[in-house]
């Protein structure tokens, strides 16, 4: 009851809290890139959870109808921010972690293949005091998954075990949409990556804060690129090479690189 208290006294100057809804304290950002067929369902699915205090949507660039659409939302909680041009996930969710004033943010993608109704899990280890971020993982899970690509799923682990290596942690799913931060955990570095690059250099420099990491299974409704997926092999190589970019031991050479320079 007290984490909640404060909880509402952290909002209070920002936001109406309805009394009856449980304690909103979560920022949902939806970086959207043409998702014009489920952008309105994952807004509303956002809208029905307890926990939402606000939605920031970033779209970024869209050309299929997705930003008239966005233009038309009246809801107190959203505000939504469009890009000049598209610019990647990792600039989008720049911009939206730039504007979250909640306790707490999590990042929400705009298509159907995670569950806000599951955002209840994450904030959990939060509310506790245990955790500074949260992860959801696809792989601890014993919850619905749909069944997809076998290469895809290889390249996830490889991809996670690559940044555990590097980092230190013991994740079971680096690349998972859902991560959710203290506001002060996003406040406390910079992010650079545009696209795909910004989950191993969000894991990274969490890594480097020592921030207490909790994971969590969720489930995971996967989509097909008929379906509109957008990740690719040539963001699996920039993955690994941001896995070692954002290591110490990639932080190190850039700073020595940047001192002969100077």
């Known amino acids: 009851m007290a984490q909640q208290e404060m909880l509402r006294q ?23 890139y043409n998702e014009i067929s489920t952008i309105e ?22 050309t299929d109808g997705t930003r008239e659409l966005l233009e038309k939302l009246d809801d107190p909680k959203i505000r939504v921010f ?8 990792g600039a989008a969710l720049r911009r939206g972690f730039a504007e979250a004033r909640s306790p707490y943010v999590v990042v929400q993608d705009a298509d159907l293949e995670y569950d806000p109704d599951e955002f209840g899990t994450l904030v959990g280890p939060l509310l506790e005091g245990k955790a500074d971020v949260v992860y959801g993982s696809r ?14 799923s290889i390249g996830n682990r490889l991809l996670t075990l690559a940044s555990n290596m590097f980092t230190d942690l013991n994740l079971s799913d680096m690349e ?16 650079e990556e545009d696209r ?30 008929d379906e509109g997926k957008k990740i690719g092999w040539k963001d699996g190589i ?5 896995i070692v970019r954002y290591s110490p031991l990639g ?6 690189r940047a001192k002969k320079a100077a």
């Open 10 to 32: 952290m909002a209070d100057d920002e936001f109406p809290i309805d009394e009856g809804s449980g304690p909103p304290c979560l920022c949902v950002v939806i970086p959207a």
């Open 41 to 62: 369902t994952v807004v509303d699915a956002v809208l029905d959870v307890p926990f939402t205090q606000e939605v920031i949507i970033v779209d970024d660039g869209s």
């Open 82 to 89: 469009f890009q000049p041009h598209n610019q990647g996930k």
């Open 139 to 152: 792989f601890l899970s014993g919850r619905p998954h749909r069944v997809l690509y076998f290469w895809h």
């Open 176 to 191: 998972t949409c859902y991560k959710m931060f203290r506001r002060e955990v996003l406040q406390s570095f910079t992010l």
């Open 196 to 225: 795909f690059g910004i989950e191993p250099e969000l894991t990274a420099k969490i890594a480097a804060g020592r921030w207490r990491v909790f994971e969590v299974g969720i489930s995971y409704h996967g989509r097909t690129y």
């Open 238 to 242: 920039r993955a690994f090479y941001c």
């Open 251 to 256: 932080q190190k050479l850039r700073r020595s």
